[in-house]
């Protein structure tokens, strides 16, 4: 194989799956790089599930990852090593989160289950990276790990009051534009505390790929004027990034008030997320004026909706339609 050109060398590759490719980028390092390089082209390994727990955590079925196997050659200039030094000086973590500061976290990983087969071994893969880099080495070895779960699919994420640093992601990366530093995600879940509530929001916008939806909870956060005006401006500027999310928390009809009459006031409502779901939402007042409401039955359940249209382009349109406290904004097309 060393002998066939590039084109064909890739014809082969794409022929296997990701766990073979990545059994086949431990023969040398010219396969490695050479994976490494043309990895979005090539096969993407696809999880069920991906969490951030407690390392005394027990579980069954598991395996511990070997740090060694996902090592590979970077290129790093003295700009790079100084602005990693000086992190390591800091003490920047790999992960940010809402317990006492000595506690560590490993990545987890579970295999895709298929119907009908309940019996994969190990069902766990254990990632134990330093949480808190000591030295360049281990910034490498996170940066290397990082770029392999970029290669990753997951089905769904489940980040209980932690999450990676986005600060460290940005130095190990150094901005660099070939490689995407994104998690790629089908559904996340992501749970913020008073303490982690910006990060979560930063970690989420930054990286992650989202191919559905991504759910947040703000249960354990005590919402002030402030985040509400920091969800505000998420939900109307973000559209790109989040194009369907939904909230859990309480306090949060103000900020359904604020998406209604931005969407209906705005010159450019482009940028708005196109689905926006908010718990603990009451009902509406049916008695309000200038909006004409609409009750049917979805189930044994209610529904109370409305539509709005922009002043400056009617056929700009959202609807708010609430069930069981449950209200969502949609985007009508």
């Not at 990545?107 to 990632?127: A, M, Q, S, T």
């Not at 209604?260 to 409502?269: A, G, L, P």
Request: charged share 25%; proline share 3%; net charge negative.
């Amino acid at each position: 194989m060393n002998s066939l050109p590039i084109e064909a060398k890739l014809d082969v590759l794409k022929c296997l799956d990701f766990n073979q490719l990545f059994s086949f980028k431990q023969t040398n390092f010219y396969f490695l790089n050479l994976i490494n390089k043309y990895k979005e082209e090539l096969a993407l390994i696809k999880f069920s599930y991906l969490s951030i727990i407690d390392e005394d955590r027990e579980l069954t079925s598991y395996e511990i990852i070997e740090i060694e196997s996902g090592i590979f050659d970077i290129s790093l200039n003295d700009n790079i090593l100084k602005k990693w030094q000086a992190a390591i000086d800091k003490s920047i973590p790999l992960f940010l989160h809402n317990f006492e500061s000595n506690k560590k976290f490993i990545v987890c990983l579970e295999k895709k289950l298929w119907f009908g087969v309940d019996n994969i071994n190990p069902r766990y893969h254990f990632l134990n990276l330093p949480n808190i880099p000591k030295n360049i080495e281990e910034m490498i070895v996170i940066r290397c790990w990082l770029e392999q779960l970029f290669s990753c699919s997951f089905d769904y994420a489940v980040l209980y009051h932690v999450v990676f640093n986005p600060e460290m992601i940005d130095l190990l990366f150094d901005n660099d534009k070939t490689i995407p530093t994104q998690f790629h995600l089908q559904s996340p879940v992501l749970i913020a505390g008073n303490n982690l509530f910006e990060d979560v929001f930063n970690f989420a916008l930054n990286h992650l790929s989202i191919s559905s939806f991504i759910k947040i909870s703000l249960n354990e956060v005590n919402i002030s004027e402030q985040h509400i005006d920091i969800l505000f401006n998420i939900l109307v500027n973000e559209g790109k990034k989040l194009s369907q999310i939904r909230l859990e928390g309480s306090k949060l009809m103000k900020l359904h008030d604020l998406i209604i009459k931005y969407v209906t006031t705005s010159i450019d409502c482009s940028k708005v997320v196109d689905f926006i779901a908010l718990d603990h939402v009451p009902n509406f007042k049916l008695g309000e004026k200038r909006k004409k409401f609409e009750i049917t039955k979805f189930g044994v359940f209610e529904v109370t909706s409305y539509e709005v249209a922009n002043i400056y382009n009617p056929q700009v349109r959202f609807s708010s339609e609430n069930v069981r406290n449950l209200t969502f904004i949609k985007r009508i097309y």
